[in-house]
Each structure stands twice: as C-alpha cells, then as structure tokens.
C-alpha cells in the first residue's frame, strides 16, 4: 500500500516552525512524494525553505518535472494562505531566484537569509550555506562536476534500494556512505560547520540553522548551536522547533518504516502513526 494513500489516525502534529531544504524540485531524485506526506503530517507558525528548493542546474541539463512537484509548491501556498509565515532563502541550486531577494511573492517572502528568534530567546542565523564552500565559490565548474557525481551515485543507490524495499530493508544511502567514509569529504563537513559557526557568532547568533551538505546535524560548536535540516533526497529529514523552543530533526523514512512494521504487527488497526517528535 503507498503511504501517500494511507489515512491518517491522528491531526497533523503543530510546531512552532519547521526548517526544511535541499528538495531539488526538477529531479527524478526529490523525493517529493515523502515531502508530501511530511508536509500533510504537520503545521507550522513558521515554516523556513532554506535553498536549493528547485534544481535549476538539472533543468538546465534535462527537463524533468512530473504532478507531484507541482503539488508540493501548491501544498507550500496552501499553507501560506492559511497563515502560515512561509520564508524562502535560495540556495546555488537555485540561485535564480536571489534576483528577488527582499521582494514578496504573493505570500512568501524571498530572503538572502533569516534571523529566526526561538523561544528560548536565542538567535539562530538562517542561511543556505553555499557561500563558505570554497568549490562553489571560486570552481563552479567543479561544483557542477561534482553534481554530476552525485547524480550517478544516486542513480546507483536507486537501484540499490529497490532490492532492499523487496526484502523490506529499509533504505540506505550510497552518498551518505560515501561521505562518511572517505577522508577529504569529512574534512570539507568539517570546514563548511566551522565557517557557518564563525559567522553565526561574528553576527551576535547564538545558533545557525543551515542546508546545503545534505548532511543533517543538531550539535553545539564552540558554543554556537549548530543546526542542519538535512535534505529531501537522500536523508528526507526536517528540523523542527517545539513550543517549548527545543529542536528536533525528523528522519521521515525513519517514521515511515516505523508506520510500516506497525501496519504489518497490527493488521487489523486501521490508519498510520505520525511522526514522534
């Protein structure tokens, strides 16, 4: 049974903001239909897309762009429409859109970046982070060789997945496999988390919340807040912030193969879990 399709037992779950980045709109590889369901699942009194939303360089290369990606930017404006306060800061990927940094589209507001004050009474820095990687600085060429990269080992691990979703295993990244293994991509995680928490602090923040490595985190840094929302095609992770000003990331895939050894423990219980959190 798709999980798109299943009904869900419970409201959808409020918080008082959700950080969400790195979706890649334009790619056979956004995991849209995940982001749906997310998206379904909760509400928000803030919600913060934190660049590369649409995969211009990938457009730019082949068009692709099916119903379900259409539905999330439609999903996006619902929830703008129905009050909630919805920020969009560009990232590389799509970084187009900068040409309207500061303008209004219709109900969302386009940012270079974002002070978000938590209840907890800290400043977190809101910014995609692609200015303190060096490649995509000063070798654009070699980012996008680098994307291009990317996007065979995510068609490898497509294929790697679909033989574990038949033993039902759940799903496992090749890239992220990668980065953790091989030394000069830790060393490059480690210098982009430096950089970002050098200027989270030179701009009186006590925190940052930031995209672009694909690597979700939550951890302090010299006493900075170190806050990564992860992506939507690899880890499908978000960040969220409870009422009580204490934050989470959500590991979607997690929560769903959670809901779906539950379906199969409880046959007979109709509907699905939402995600802890």
């Given at each position: ?92 990927h799509d970084e187009n859109f900068r040409n309207f940094v500061n ?175």
């Amino acid at each position: 049974m798709p999980l798109s399709t299943m009904p869900m037992r419970s409201p959808p779950r409020h918080y008082r903001a959700i950080f969400i980045s790195d979706i890649h709109l334009g790619t056979k590889r956004s995991q849209t239909d995940a982001l749906l369901d997310f998206l379904r699942a909760t509400e928000s009194d803030q919600l913060y897309i934190v660049g590369d939303f649409i995969d211009n360089w990938s457009l730019r290369k082949q068009w692709f762009w099916d119903q379900s990606h259409n539905d999330v930017i439609q999903k996006l404006l619902r929830k703008a429409r129905k009050g909630t306060k919805l920020v969009y800061i560009p990232g590389n990927h799509d970084e187009n859109f900068r040409n309207f940094v500061n303008l209004r589209m219709g109900r969302v507001a386009v940012l270079e970046e974002a002070v978000h004050l938590g209840a907890n009474g800290k400043r977190y820095l809101i910014l995609h982070g692609d200015k303190f990687d060096g490649v995509v600085r000063f070798a654009p060429w070699l980012a996008h060789l680098g994307d291009t990269a990317y996007e065979v080992s995510m068609a490898l691990n497509s294929s790697v997945n679909r033989v574990r979703r038949f033993f039902r295993l759940p799903y496992w990244s090749l890239s992220q496999y990668l980065k953790y293994r091989v030394k000069k991509a830790v060393e490059f995680i480690s210098h982009f988390e430096d950089a970002v928490v050098r200027e989270a602090r030179k701009r009186n923040c006590q925190g940052v919340i930031c995209g672009h490595i694909h690597t979700p985190d939550d951890r302090y840094i010299d006493g900075i807040h170190y806050l990564n929302d992860g992506d939507w095609v690899e880890s499908c992770t978000a960040l969220v912030e409870h009422k009580d000003g204490t934050f989470e990331i959500i590991d979607w895939n997690k929560a769903m193969q959670q809901e779906l050894e539950d379906v199969y423990a409880h046959p007979d219980r109709d509907g699905r879990l939402v995600a802890a959190g």
